[in-house]
């Protein structure tokens, strides 16, 4: 897996048994992603010269790291290719534009290279999960929640799966079984772009310049005039609409503010636009009592902190309390997505992505 925020790859080796206390990790690997990599694919999340070939290009650098990574698992499991069933490689999102109000060509773009991957490996690789959600009306987005179910779900409460990747998804599982997910909104994408530029940190560790700033209220309550976080029910996002142009615009007016008050700021939208979207979510009761928090944003502890301000009525842990550590859920996901794809079962919940029905996702680039 290798999300939005382009801070690496993070590799699960997984066993999935039949019931959810049978999925088992053998093995974690990551990988950072090398800089001129990093701001190739960045440059790809817009238009630009050249873009098809700087596409492929990249695609073949970061189906490279996959294989180490890959190599990595096998050698930390002892296990060897032949006994792995299959690779999900999910790909580096560069463009995603859900079907909307207007858009009459929906579609959502993975940069990869799976046939590369399949070559270096010897392994069977399935990749491109999102676009069959697409072609059947679906935001393509987000796939997790199945997997989230399996991972956390506890019948009779109500849980808050919570990834914070670059941008922050959840999955809402109220204790009368339904099953929820949406993306609603940045989750560390604004707070990463901040930081490099005003610190030259790649992110605010633990959240520490956040919190040496003071929240702006008035900011907040601009920022969060955006129509993306008022819109209810099914809905997904990426850099399209939160990238530094979004940012700029919004603070123009606000060019006095110290740079740690914007970021601190920029903590609490995240956290509030999660509460907004746990407040749209039916959950036939109270809400969630119960939140685990995956992805690298559960390392910020300063938006744990706000999270469970914002969360009053929940108890807030990192997933690492689930006995699954916040780095390997999204990633153990797509392994499981993959084995869906093998096994002809679909991977899409028509409930969550809007999509006419279930679908078997994904393609298969056999060994
Ligand atoms: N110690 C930490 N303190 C604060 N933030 C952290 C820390 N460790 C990681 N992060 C944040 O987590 C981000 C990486 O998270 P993660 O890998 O889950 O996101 P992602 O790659 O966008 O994933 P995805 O899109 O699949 O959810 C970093 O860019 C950083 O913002
Ligand atoms: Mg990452």
Redesign the pocket.
């Known amino acids: 897996?290798?999300?939005?925020?382009?801070?690496?790859v993070?590799g699960v080796l997984l066993e999935c048994g039949t019931s959810p206390a049978a999925f088992k990790v053998h093995a974690a690997a990551s990988a950072d992603l090398p800089d001129a990599l990093r701001q190739a694919l960045l440059s790809l999340n817009q238009s630009g010269p050249d873009e098809l070939h700087r596409a492929a290009v990249a695609a073949s650098q970061l189906a490279e790291l996959y294989a180490e990574v890959v190599a990595q698992l096998l050698q930390r499991s002892g296990l060897a290719a032949a006994q792995i069933r299959a690779i999900g490689a999910h790909g580096q999102t560069v463009r995603h534009r859900p079907p909307r109000d207007g858009e009459p060509w929906p579609y959502t773009l993975q940069i990869n290279q799976p046939a590369q991957l399949a070559e270096r490996t010897g392994i069977n690789v399935v990749a491109d999960f999102r676009s069959r959600d697409i072609a059947a009306g679906g935001q393509g987005a987000p796939l997790v929640p199945a997997f989230h179910q399996r991972l956390f779900g506890h019948a009779g409460q109500s849980v808050l799966v919570l990834?914070?990747?670059?941008?922050a998804?959840i999955t809402a599982l109220p204790a009368n079984g339904a099953v929820y997910g949406l993306d609603s909104g940045p989750?560390?994408?604004l707070?990463?772009l901040w930081c490099q530029r005003h610190t030259g940190a790649?992110?605010?560790?633990?959240?520490a310049w956040a919190a040496s700033g003071r929240e702006q209220p008035e900011l907040l309550a601009h920022l969060l005039v955006e129509p993306y976080f008022l819109q209810r029910g099914i809905k997904s996002t990426g850099r399209d609409l939160f990238h530094a142009g979004w940012l700029d615009e919004r603070l123009r007016g606000f060019a006095g503010l110290p740079p740690a008050d914007v970021q601190a700021t920029l903590a609490c939208l995240t956290a509030r636009s999660v509460a907004l979207a746990v407040q749209g979510i039916a959950w036939g009761g109270a809400g969630p009592q119960q939140v685990w928090v995956?992805?690298?944003?559960s390392?910020?502890?300063h938006?744990m902190r706000l999270l469970a301000a914002e969360l009053p009525q929940a108890q807030v842990q990192a997933s690492d309390e689930a006995g699954w550590p916040?780095?390997w859920v999204?990633a153990a996901a797509f392994a499981w997505l993959a084995l869906q794809t093998l096994e002809g079962k679909p991977g899409n919940l028509p409930s969550v992505t809007g999509a006419r029905g279930s679908r078997v996702l994904g393609a298969i680039y056999p060994a």
Do not use: K
């Open positions: 897996m290798s999300g939005t925020s382009l801070d690496g993070d990834n914070l990747g670059g941008m998804n989750g560390n994408v707070l990463d790649w992110f605010d560790r633990d959240g995956c992805g690298g944003g390392r910020n502890a938006l916040a780095q999204e």
